[in-house]
């Protein structure tokens, strides 16, 4: 039977995932099968327990990430940090089938950045309040943060990322777009704002030039929020870029449900994914 694998999510018509883990599976010699499936909150549940033995995971995009952990039977460090699932590896035959759950998106955070020359980030700004949020919250401790400032439309809905960054070890403060004069100037700015959201925030052109941006979203390409950057000589990260380190990731996992064991020729294999989606091995949108 040939092993079934599919990005769940909605909406989902825009999603380069399969085109990244199809191109990783060429690669790697595997013949399974990698689809996409829009599929609401509501859904998940049910969907998933209808899936037959020849599944072996799923890819999760929002709005499913929440959802998704509490579905899994186990999971990893990052995903019981951040409170969500973004990767489900199935082990098993009904009746006895384990999910085992992951977050690969902190990995891929760091990835992109780190691509671009990114490393560190002592003051960090995240545009947005969501799951996408946490595991930036996360990521960012991991690049030595000393605080982060999440900027949300409702600060309230918000408010758990302020314990996830005490268990993260690093101060978070929550504040509303339009409050950034006593902030901390950021080294990094992470934008998890959906594709075509008008811009709620206006950095000054001296923090545009001298800090670095990673926007998650990569439809369309560039943002509004990346053109800017881009303009003021800032340092830009793609969203399809970390799109493809997560993916990695998950290439990992579904062939032996561990996300540090490397995978065959890896650098290959990240290099041609990477191209799959239109970028170079920075990150960076290749010439047309």
């Known amino acids: 039977m040939r092993e079934r694998l599919a990005v769940f999510g909605s909406p989902i018509?825009?999603?380069k995932s399969p085109s990244l883990h199809r191109t990783a599976y060429e690669l790697l010699g595997l013949d399974w099968?990698?689809?996409s499936r829009n599929v609401s909150v509501t859904d998940l549940a049910t969907t998933v327990a209808g899936l037959d033995n020849g599944?072996?995971?799923l890819s999760l995009t929002m709005p499913l990430k929440q959802a998704a952990f509490e579905l899994a039977d186990t999971r990893d460090a990052m995903a019981t940090l951040?409170?969500?699932v973004n990767t489900l590896r199935f082990v098993g035959d009904d009746g006895a089938r384990t999910s085992f759950g992951y977050n690969?998106?902190?990995s891929g955070i760091t990835r992109?950045?780190?691509?671009v020359g990114i490393t560190e980030a002592p003051h960090v700004h995240i545009l947005g309040g969501g799951a996408t949020a946490a595991s930036a919250v996360v990521a960012a401790a991991e690049l030595g943060a000393l605080s982060v400032t999440v900027l949300a439309r409702n600060p309230a809905k918000s408010l758990p990322l302020i314990d996830l960054g005490k268990r993260a070890g690093l101060a978070v403060d929550i504040r509303t777009f339009d409050t950034l004069d006593d902030v901390p100037r950021p080294e990094l700015v992470v934008s998890t704002l959906p594709g075509r959201t008008p811009l709620p925030v206006n950095y000054p052109t001296q923090v545009l030039s001298s800090s670095?941006?990673?926007d998650v979203a990569y439809d369309p390409w560039p943002s509004e929020l990346a053109a800017r950057w881009t303009d003021a000589g800032g340092v830009v990260a793609n969203g399809l870029s970390m799109l493809a380190h997560q993916a990695l990731i998950q290439v990992r996992i579904f062939v032996s449900n561990d996300p540090f064991q490397p995978l065959d020729r890896e650098d290959a294999?990240?290099?041609a994914m990477l191209a799959s989606v239109g970028l170079d091995a920075h990150g960076i949108p290749l010439a047309a």
Not at 112 to 115: G, N, Q, T, Y
């Open 212 to 214: 670095a941006l990673l």
């Open 112 to 115: 992109a950045l780190a691509s």
């Open 55 to 57: 599944w072996r995971g």
């Open 82 to 84: 951040t409170g969500a």
């Open 104 to 106: 690969t998106d902190v």
């Open 13 to 15: 018509a825009h999603s």
């Open 269 to 271: 294999v990240l290099t």
């Open 33 to 35: 099968e990698y689809s």
